[in-house]
């Protein structure tokens, strides 16, 4: 009785309003990541569709709405479209740097302006720097926060323009959350450039996949994940190639959702 348990206990949450789709309600099954095998589980679970937030891995258990499904895209076939490749180059200047998971106030403030300008009633408005403290670093696998900043001409570090809390996996990055400057008015498209970087930075790495999360058809919120090719889809037969439909203009407009 004693001996520790070697399989997670899995719980699920209460029914709740969808966030997504009116009318709707959610469901989440969960486990907590700890311990000395808290990598592997998060790459077991991450392969079947789970997410991490801090020390929980968790995925839509919804008893009458199948709408959300695991998207990724394959990192070393990926190839650009036109207006991608300008996005690139706009931002090819940008320093990019892999931090460990620690809060930073500079980082805070970035986050907040980012969900003053994008979401300014979502779930997240309400977060405190304490709240964000414990985004970033109760995290028990192999995370980072990648920074995002303007070059300088000396040796000072630039202003900080985006950030991404990712998860390295065994089998590829994981894009927890990212955030940006929403207004800069030169720096137009640091959604889809992280997202480019942190395909290029997996191909490099010889990881296959970048994880983009949850995507639902006809979710303007989420259009901006169908740009990014080739994509594939987690369904009852695993993981599977599609091809969904994204107006570049909806997406643009939610362009990190």
Request: glycine fraction near 8%.
């Amino acid at each position: 009785m004693s001996a520790p348990f070697r399989f997670p206990r899995f719980f699920v949450t209460s029914p709740a309003p969808c966030p997504y789709l009116a009318g709707k309600t959610e469901r989440k099954v969960f486990t907590e990541l700890s311990g000395n095998n808290a990598n592997e589980l998060n790459d077991a679970l991450g392969r079947i569709g789970f997410r991490r937030s801090q020390s929980v891995a968790y995925r839509p258990s919804c008893a009458d709405c199948t709408a959300c499904v695991s998207v990724r895209v394959c990192a070393g076939e990926f190839k650009p479209s036109g207006s991608q490749k300008r996005t690139i180059r706009r931002n090819a200047d940008l320093v990019v740097t892999a931090c460990k998971p620690w809060a930073t106030e500079e980082q805070y403030a970035l986050l907040r302006s980012y969900l003053g300008a994008r979401h300014p009633d979502g779930g997240m408005a309400d977060m405190d720097e304490q709240d964000f403290a414990d985004m970033v670093e109760q995290t028990p696998v192999d995370s980072y926060m990648i920074e995002y900043r303007e070059p300088t001409t000396d040796d000072s570090r630039g202003r900080l323009v985006g950030c991404c809390l990712t998860d390295r996996q065994g089998d590829g990055l994981s894009m927890i959350y990212s955030f940006f400057d929403a207004a800069h008015p030169l720096r137009e498209g640091l959604g889809t450039f992280i997202i480019a970087d942190h395909i290029r930075r997996a191909s490099k790495a010889g990881l296959p996949y970048v994880y983009l999360g949850y995507w639902i058809e006809g979710s303007a919120r989420m259009a901006y994940k169908a740009r990014f090719r080739p994509l594939e889809k987690l369904g009852p037969e695993g993981w599977t190639r599609c091809e969904p439909v994204a107006s570049d203009r909806i997406a643009a407009m939610f362009e990190i959702a």
